[in-house]
Structures are given as structure tokens and as C-alpha cells.
């Protein structure tokens, strides 16, 4: 572990090459750093004192100017360096200059040493296990957060906050997530939780002042200013968290009173700040953030999306976990669906709702406007007085043991919040006299899982009309911009480097941006010259709907009657069983599935200090494709 | 108070210039500092977060570059600049190159920033209150350390800090003694507790871990080794010393495990190390510790003097304090004292008892052993069976209503004290290849009040024959050095490096310092070659003695019984009465005694750093002297 290491961001290929050789995971420094010492005892010739002791044998495997120790690891070190014959681990923190000793443990227990990631969502809050001696994902646990009694999104929460004692119990709901949550992966990991030493967490402004329990009443009144954009590391123990008392809690810097460290935390996963090239990105939380810049200057700004894409606010959603429907496909006889886990179905989570949405309006099921036809005869909808829906899962056969629906008022909260980014996305790009054309590259972030398909987001509008190939999704990158920060002391000094640099541009105040949101309000768009390419799609489902309809209504009525019947047979697992006979056919479907995967593990990767074990499991999946279509080649000789 | 400028510590002339404006205190940087900030409210046009928006005001008055806050602090920011009407005062403290603000408060309290210099002793706990916004010191409070209670020195105290559970209640009753002085100076001045927002501390190696609850155990087992000699600054709430909670305090680095702080600190308070001039510090406390060098090379080490020297373990012994006997005349027809406070007698401190044992030996009443002469007819002396003693003050003219005496067991408890201080320096100096002879410059500390005879202290053999105008009485200066470390960072700096640089000595391991050890335990020494001045004095008296031998023992008894009944009237006040007729005489009078108020003031000048108020206080000393001389003229005329 060498300091002053220069570390590269923007290339994973370099990542790629240095991995090769696991041994030498030189380039990152995470948050703290765990080094076993065999101190020589003292004698009369050699009368150091225990600490200046310890001070020299640390300094003899780090040039460290200025060390420093808390009182109470001073207080155990004399009894301490005894009981262990000398031999001690020792848990270093830089911070300022100054290298803190924060714990001291009998033995050599270098290898113990475990951090956590922190995405402190409005509505979901994500913890990742990382071992921060090898870099390595143990886990990752989701929860909803349970700030959520207390309002559904920020400002509610705010108001609520700002009353008498209103707070404390706010803190503590956050607290107590986090608690569960490392609970949760210490449990299933089988260490202990003094073992985790640090953590990182990012989040939006509002979040981060209830997890330190700083007054955000200031932030929604008129000029909008929060407590601060930059936090002070605390300790575990001032928040209340039982980890190592004296582990390290950085919240990652905040640019404005509605962004904040998430999207820092999201430009340095995505490397937006490393590259000339100008990208934008998209995160799709309960608030979307837009950033948009190089490396030479970023602005950004921030548009209440509502939770919908975290599944949060419709009458089946829910989070991208086990048992959520996470891709959709409409055929004629049915609805093709997959579900995470490949578990009975729960509710739909954001990327299965865009898929949905993209399905019903290209099926000609929905209208523009998201309306479902009333002329509609799909087997899947039902018209109701109140209100339209479409099931998607029935009773019977969802894990729930209630139909699992889309209502109209679902398709009218996820247009509203993909009007809400598009729209403060355009206004963010001409706002620099630029356009969605000029940007070389997009990435689109949030709580989706390891799954989006771009090109749906684009037929619904979310998304700009844009080259596919431009656009990468990159997952919760606030996560990974955690990790990141967690794992690399540069990094942390980067993200604070981003937060300063970033210039907010307040949409609120902006006359042109609610003119754009009306107009995003249709599907794809009022404007159809804006998405061609959906344009294109639409006018061929045109003809094959009119096709059909010449088939009269009575073949239609039976088509839909048994895929009605057939709903839970039409999982994607139930795909491949279908052309199970065909043994070149199975190996085709075989390989587009791993090549899925790929893809999947691939857009899951974070874009920097991915850790060995996804690029070996990246790499299997390479192998085992050459593999198959070498198969397939031979069986079609 | 301007950052970086450089502070000379070795020149008291430079210092009395700089003294001339007041305004201009800009030569010391206080531990902590408190600013008073009136922050431009936010506006849409400004919407800086509370946080960065005080960095940045701040930053407006001073240069600095890294800047950080409490999590208490930030939590109470944001109601706290509302209700203030953004009118707040921060205080700030410097460590490892980052500004903390420590504490805000509101309105503009930048006048009311106080800290405490302390002096832990083995015997004795004093503390000063200083106004770290002027320098000044404010007063003085000292009691026994209540310590005493589980042992009388140090190793008594390890041995019973080592037993189970043992070490809280030493810990304990020093942060009790703390509490308590810093309750009696608050109260005092009219402060409050939460003004204090800073404490240096000095002490020996043990008293500091105690004070920590650092584990001593290892300090008396060889081989001799502390938890530390470098410590950490704490806060208040971590000592449970209840200040500010966020106050900070610092505990002076020692130098091994039986020199602490409190002789850095001396050497600080004396300037020997900005000196080329080789000097010697002697530091008279429970711990006798010598210090040894120049601007170049530091050499000390350290002996066991008990704690005689203040007052400890003596019959009568007690601090310099209000009642103690702080000099003794013996004169034919009676004995002469002066009372601290002038106030009835309670004891004899320190300087007393060195002035009496000279006194003693000088008119022949003890012989150079220390024992009562068989045939001395003195009237104070009181021959007993079990030992003989010397009547100071009779019980009906005693502030306690019990006789003043001064024992034959008290007087061997002085010799071995002198006797391990003047063997300790001894083999110190010879170590380096010098002798007493060599030497240019000697400070003489200890917890003496504001006198010390020089002459009598060589009499006795506490200090060698040396001229006394090299000889300078610095007072304690383990409380003037922390208040040195109080008052300037850059002194504080300078300690460490002190510390840093000294060698220590380890005597015990000397087979030479046991025969020096019992060579000075006679009055003045053994070889009496060393102090020819001692023997000219001792036959200047022998033959006054022997005169008054020849007028017989009829004379001298009824002279001893008019002075015994005369002791209450034989104060040092009733000995200027004795002239009051004569006005030359008077005034001549007058003189000598502002004189020896101006040698008392000088001597109790800390070498750097004196309050404008000392400076002040010496100029009219010395102008009142040349006034009453003038006079004196005048009348001559």
C-alpha cells in the first residue's frame, strides 16, 4: 500500500490490466487501512515509551509525517501491547495531513478490515459490504427507508423535521436502517461488526443533514440553504451506529440544497470530470439529478421526479429486488415477463414499468397521453369505472396472491416524473447553448437493478432520442461512487474536487423549464420530431395492429382469453422451454442469454475499481459464449 | 492577531518594547481564539450554505487554508446564526495545520475567552486563569494534589494505580482538584465555566498519566517505560472536566518516564534553550529534576527530593501560602519572620524553612549534621527527649493555637532533599565533562511563592557556591511555562521540540551520585573547600558567638526569655516600625523595601510572554524608587 500513488479514473481497460496481477492492489488507499506491527519490547537500552514505540514501527513501512492516536486507544496500549507479546494491528485514517491511529488490536488481524458504501435514498436505502484489504463486494443489502412514516418525499420530511422534536425521530429512522442494513451483511458474512471501520455514504442534501442530524429547516424556505454542502468525518459512536465506535463516517460533498453527494458520488463513478468528452448524467431517483459536463466544467441541476422509478407511489410497484417484474414483452397471445429472482411475481420496479409503459404505447394499448384506448381489447386490460388498468400477473398466480395491476394513474406518475428529468435535462443543455445532439456521451443512473433497457426508456421519452450505443447505464451510481471514494483516498479528495467545481442551475426559477415539462407529458413526446426512431417503431406496430384488426374481433377475444390463462406460464424462463427441441436453437437462445448477462454484469460494472471477482465472472462469461457458439458451429457442420 | 509571525522567546528587552502599544498584542497566538463575525445574511443571489458561508467570512479576516468544525457545533449552527441575527463569535484552534471551530456563539463574546495553566504536581496542583485575549493573568489558585490520599509520591501512587480498579480513583481525585481550583477563579473573576475554552497542563510523567488515565504501571518496572512522553490534546468532556466540553487541553510532552512537562516547560519559562550561554535549571519540587544546556544540546535527569521543599512531610510544613513563614531572621534577642499575608503564622513553606536551617547553622544552633548543638542555649530551642526542636512561634501567638517548630527529623528531611538536588546536578554537569565552574547562567524553580533566599540556599548547600548574581529565582515555572504554551502557539511548538531534544540521565544506574549523595548531606557539604563563601560566613558568626560566650549565660537567658515572649511582635512588618522616628531613615527604608518588592516582581517575571499588567507594575516600582530617592536627596540637603 503505497501513498501517492497516482490513480487513473477514467480507463477501465487500465483497471482491467492492473488486476491481472491480484497481488498488487497497489493503486488504491482506501478510507482506513488496517497494518499488523511486531513491535520490539523495550529494554534498557531501547526506552522508547509505547506510543513513540509504536510511532517508530509504523514509520518504518510508511513515510507518515504526523501520527496521531485517540485517548481511549492510548488508554488500552500499554496492557494491550503486553497481553500480545508485541504484537499488535493497528487501524490507520488519514485525514488533513494527519495520520490517525483509531483502533488497536491484539494479533495480526489485517485481514479483518471491512467498510461499508452507503446510497442514503429518499426511498431506498442501499448498503454494500466492501473488504478494504482486497477491494472485494461481499454483499449488498436494500431497504425501504423508513423516514418514509414520516413523509414521501424530502420536503414532507423537512416540514415534518422542522416541527417540535420533529428531528430526532427522522435521525433515528435513518439510523436505524443503517443498522439493520450492516446487520444484515455482517449476518450473512459471517464477520463481526467492530470489524467495519469506515463508511462513506452518499445521498441528497436533505438526506444527509437527517442521518447527521443537522437542521434542514432552512433548505425548502426561501433562498433555500442547508446547514452545509461540506460534512466533518464523524465517528460511528456520534451517530449512534454499533460498528467500531471509532470508525470513520464520510457523507460525500454536496453541490446545492437539492443536490447533493449522490450525484457527486455519480459523476466520479460515471468519470464525467476525467474525460474532454462532454456527457451528461441522468440519475433517476425519487429526485432526478442531472449533471452535465467534462473535465473541464460541470454544471447540474435537480427536478422532483416522484419515487415511481424506485417503484415507490403505484398501486403494485416496488423495489428492483426478488419477485419484482423487471422486464416486460406484449405479444399477441400475451405478456412476456421477467422476474427477478425467477420467484413468483411481487410488483413491477422501475425497469419493468418502462418496459411496460414502452410495450402498452407501441402495442397501441395506451394513447399518447397514457390513456388506455377505450377501444382496447387486449385480454390484459380491464376497463373499470374508476379507473383502467392492465394486469399484468393475476391472483392466482402472483406470489402476493392479488392481481398485480398498472393502473392509469401509474401510467400518469411515471409520465410525470419522465417529463420531470427530460425536460430539466433540456433545459440543463441549452442552458450552456448546447443540445441533446452536441453531448458525446450519456449515462443513466438509479435504483434499477442490473437492468434498463435503454431503448425503451427512449420509446417512452424518458430519455432523449439518442444513439443507444452513446447511452450506458450504470446502475446506482451514487453506490458506486461511495465504493469508490471508500476504496481510494484520491477519489475522496476527487468527489470533493467535483462538489466545488460543480456550478447548480435552479430550475424553479426558470420560465422555460415548465413549458418544456408540459410538453414531455406525452408519450414519446408533443413533439414527434424530437424521437424518430420511436416514430419509425410506431408506424410498424400501426400496420401490424391494423393486420390483426382485419383478423376481426373474434379471433382477438380468443387470443386474449387464453393468454389470460396463460399468464404464469409466460415468464421469461418459459421463453427457452418453447424451443427446448431444437438443439441449435437452444444453444442460440443459450448464447443470447449469456450475452445478456454479460451485457447486464457488464453495465453493472462500476467504472472504476470493479473488483477481481467481476472481472473473472465478466471474463467466464466470455469464455463460456466462444464456448457455445464453437457448439453451434460444429453442430450445424 | 496576525497568523505566521515569527515570536523571539530569548530577549525580555524585545518583549518590553513590543509591550509599549497595547493595542498591538500581535506577538502571541493564544491555544484558542475567539472572533466575532457579522455574516451577510443569504439571499437568492447568495445562497452559500450556513457552513461555507462562515468559512468563507472567516477566511475574510484571516489566512487559512483548511478549515474544519465539530459535528456539535455545525448541529447548532443553523438556528443559532438565525436567532443571532448572523451576528456570531467563533472560537477557533489550531492543530496538525487544520483551524477547528470549536464553538459558536452568538452576539459578539470575542472579549470573553480565558484559559488555565496548570501545574500538576506531586504535591501541590496550581492553576492560573489567563485572558487569552489580553495575556493577563487573572489569578492564582494552588491546593494539595488529593492524591495524597493513596500515597505521598509517585511510585506509592503506580503501585496503587496498578492494583485492581485503582487507577480511576487517582484519576479522579486530580480531575476533582482541577475542578475545583478552576471553580475558585471562575468565581473569583466573575466568568462562567463555558468561558474557559483551553487548559495547558504540566506535570511529571506520572501525574500526567494519571490525569489522562493513561496506564502508569509500567513507569516504576524496569525497564521504565510510560505509555507516552507525547500526548494527544483532549477535550474537557473527555476528562469530565467540566469548561467549555469542546475546550481543549494539552499536556506538555515530557522527556522519560520520571521528566515530564513540567521541566520542558521550565526550560521553556527559563529561555535556556534560545541561549548559547550554558545554564542549569534546578526544579525544586517533589521530584527534584535538573536541567542542563544551551540553544544546542539539552541534558537533564532527575531525583528523588521529597517533598520538604513544599512544605510536605515536615511537622509544620505547609505551602507558600497565606500563615507560612516565608523568611526567618535569627537575631541575638529573638527571631525575625515574615508571614505571607501578614497574617498570623500557620506554618513554614519552603523558603522559610531553607532561610532557618541557614540561620540555624550559621549562629551555631545546629551543627554541620543538622543535630541541635547539646549546649545551645538559645531560647527557641527546645531540648526534648525524643528530639529537640526549634520554637518558631508559641502556640498563644500561632494562627493554629499549637507551637511553630521546626523538628531535628524535619531539618535531616531538608538535608536529604538538598542533598539529592545539589548530588543530582553535581553528577549531571560532571557527566558532560563541566563543572559548576563552567556554567554562565543558573535558574532555580519551585513552588517557593515569590522568594527564595539565593545566599541562605547556598548556605545550606542546597545550591553550590556560585556567584548569586548568576543565580536567578524563576518561580515555578512549570505554571509559567504552560501559561507561556497558553498564550503562544508558537512556544507551544517549541516545547515539543524541547522535548524532543533533551537527554535524560538515569542516575540510578551512576554508582558516582550515591557517595556525591552522601557527601551532600552535610551543612553545607562535606568538603567545605566547595563553599569558601559559606566559610567565611560560618567564622565572621563564630566569632560573634564566641563574643557573646563571653558576656556570659546570665545575658543570654534573660535575653532568650524577652524574645520568646516578643515573637509575635517580630515580623518583618514590626521591623520597619523599629525606624519609624528617623524620616531619612524611613525613607531609606521605604527604598529597600520597594527594591526587594522590585527583585520580587522581576524574579517572578516569566522569562517571555509577562502581561502588559507585570511590565506595568514593574515601571512604577522603579518610578515610585527614583521618586522616593529624589526625596531622599531633598531631605539630605
New interface residues.
Partial sequence: LTTGTTVSYSSPEKMEKEFTDQREVSYYHPLTRKIFLKLPP???N???????RLYREIRKKEEIK?L????DC??S???LL?QSNWEITVTLWEH???TEIIHVEPGNTSINNYGIALDVGTTTVVAELVNLGTGEVLGVSATHNKQIHYGEDVITRIIFACTKDGLPPLNNAIIENIKQLIKQLVDENGITKEQITGIVAAGNPTMIHLL????P??IRL?????????Y?P?RAS?LGIDILPQAVIICTHGV??YVGGDITAGILSSGINNSSQISVLLDLGTNGEIALGNNDWLVCCSASAGPAFEGGGLKCGMRATTGAIQKVIIEDDGVKLSIIGGTKARGICGSGLIDLIAELFLNNIIDPTGKFQKDSVNPHVRHREEESEFVLVSAQESDTGKDIVFTETDIANVIKSKAAVLSAAKVLIESVGMSFQDLDRMFVAGGFGNYLNIERAITIGLLPDFPPEKIQFIGNSSLSGARIELLSRHALEEASLIAKKMTYFELS?NPQFMDEFIAAMFLPHTNLDLYPSVQRKSSENEKASENVKKDGATIKKAKSDTALKSLNTSTAQNIKQESADNPSQELENEIEELKAKLADSKAALPMHDASPQQWIAIEELEDKISEKKKELKNLKK
Fill in positions: 523495550p529494554d534498557l531501547d526506552t522508547l515509551p509505547d506510543l513513540e504526523t496521531d492516536i485517540s485517548l492510548l488508554r496500549l500499554p496492557n503486553r488533513n495531513g494527519t447527521l442530524r443537522l437542521n429547516c432552512s426561501e433562498p433555500y440553504i442547508p446547514a452545509s454542502n461540506t466533518t464523524v456520534d446545492s440544497s426559477v
